[in-house]
């Protein structure tokens, strides 16, 4: 069974902090995804990752970088937290079909971050 | 663009009645569907997906949805749900140009009464 683990569950942090969310997958996927979730507005993707060093924009990056130096990890950076990025954020992954798109995505059960 | 409607925000059902959560997409090109669920505190959960071929697909906890071409619908229903299966919901559709990357709406909380 595929496993997603984001390091942690709750965290709070200060307007202005640097603030590093991690995810780890474990089924050798080569896609990784950071999304936020917020009431009414469903799943935004923030970045995409579809291999090692390589990243793409999603539809809100700002504010936000990532990091893939190794293919089971996926760092989502808060340059200078502001208290509009409190939200949900939800690390996924998936495989490469022989045809775009048409794998799963498997999610892990998020990070809720707050910032005060 | 592509998008993913889900016009219902929210469905409150009584146990044991049949349950329909509605999706919409707008695509001019071949898509991928799916529907995930959501339980409280958890990450997205698979429930099914059309990729191709019967328009009927059937997924997990007795969950079933039509891809409808014609309606560019892909709506989900359940014939009996349980009070286990207060969730939020959400459908998603492979965006048009080569990639992995998905689109999701916005969610349907459904909440089951006993």
């Known amino acids: 069974d595929v496993k997603v683990t984001q390091s942690s569950r709750y965290l709070v942090k200060r307007t202005g902090e640097k603030v590093f969310l991690e995810c780890v997958q474990d089924?050798?996927?080569?896609?990784m995804f950071w999304y936020r979730q917020d009431p009414g507005l469903g799943l935004r993707l923030i970045y995409f990752?579809?291999?090692?060093?390589?990243?793409e924009k999603g539809d809100i990056p700002e504010g936000y970088s990532v990091s893939r130096e190794k293919k089971e990890r996926f760092s989502l950076i808060l340059e200078s937290a502001s208290t509009n990025q409190t939200s949900m954020y939800l690390c996924?992954?998936?495989?490469?079909?022989?045809?775009?798109?048409?794998?799963?995505?498997?999610f892990g059960d998020g990070t809720r971050l707050s910032i005060l | 663009a592509q998008s993913v409607t889900q016009l219902d925000s929210q469905v409150p059902v009584f146990e044991e009645a049949p349950v329909e959560l509605r999706c919409n997409y707008s695509?001019?090109?071949?898509?991928?569907l799916f529907w995930y669920v959501q339980y409280p505190n958890q990450g997205l959960q698979l429930l099914l997906k059309?990729?191709?071929?019967?328009?009927l697909v059937k997924g997990i906890n007795g969950f079933e949805a039509e891809f409808n071409k014609s309606q560019t619908s892909f709506h989900l229903r359940k014939p009996s749900v349980h009070i286990s299966d207060t969730a939020e919901y959400f459908c998603?559709?492979?965006?048009?140009?080569?990639?992995?990357?998905?689109?999701f709406g916005t969610g349907t909380r459904l909440q089951v009464f006993p």
């Open positions: 996924a992954s998936s495989s490469t079909g022989l045809l775009r798109g048409n794998q799963p995505q498997h």
């Open positions: 089924m050798d996927h080569e896609n």
């Open positions: 990752s579809y291999d090692v060093k390589m990243k």
């Open positions: 695509s001019s090109v071949s898509v991928y």
């Open positions: 059309y990729l191709s071929g019967s328009t």
């Open positions: 998603a559709v492979k965006r048009p140009e080569n990639t992995d990357k998905l689109i």
